[in-house]
Nanobody, 123 residues
Framework: QVQLVESGGGLVQPGGSLRVSCAAS????????MGWYRQPPGKERELVAT???????NYADSVKGRFTISRDNAKNTVYLQMNSLKPEDTAVYYC?????????????????WGQGTLVTVSS
């Protein structure tokens, strides 16, 4: 069974920085796209950034120039470095990954989500 576990959330002041991480574990062959989404209080979940296996990235306009997504394929881990944080960045941040994995004698390709980590930007 594949699991995604986020870490690194917390409280930070406006203008500060924070890095969140997400490690995938289980019977993984390879991971294609990975990404970060967020759900602000009372709002719908939205895309933050995605990264392909070869490192091509895509960002929401609201975070371009402030956030950087990266990944370590050897560790099956994706990171989100968040700089110049604003109160409107407050949200639960979820990681997402499309994973080829072993399941008994078969191979599965599924989208997986982490449990979320809360980032609060407040003075």
């Amino acid at each position: 069974q594949v699991q995604l576990v986020e870490s690194g959330g917390g409280l930070v002041q406006p203008g500060g920085s924070l890095r969140v991480s997400c490690a995938a574990s289980g019977s993984i062959f390879t991971i294609n796209n990975m990404g970060w989404y967020r759900q602000p209080p009372g709002k719908e979940r939205e895309l933050v950034a995605t990264i392909t296996q070869t490192g091509s990235t895509n960002y929401a306009d609201s975070v371009k120039g402030r956030f950087t997504i990266s990944r370590d394929n050897a560790k099956n881990t994706v990171y989100l470095q968040m700089n110049s944080l604003k109160p409107e960045d407050t949200a639960v941040y979820y990681c997402n990954a499309f994973v080829w994995a072993s399941r008994g004698y078969s191979t599965t390709y599924r989208e997986h989500w982490g449990q979320g980590t809360l980032v609060t930007v407040s003075s």
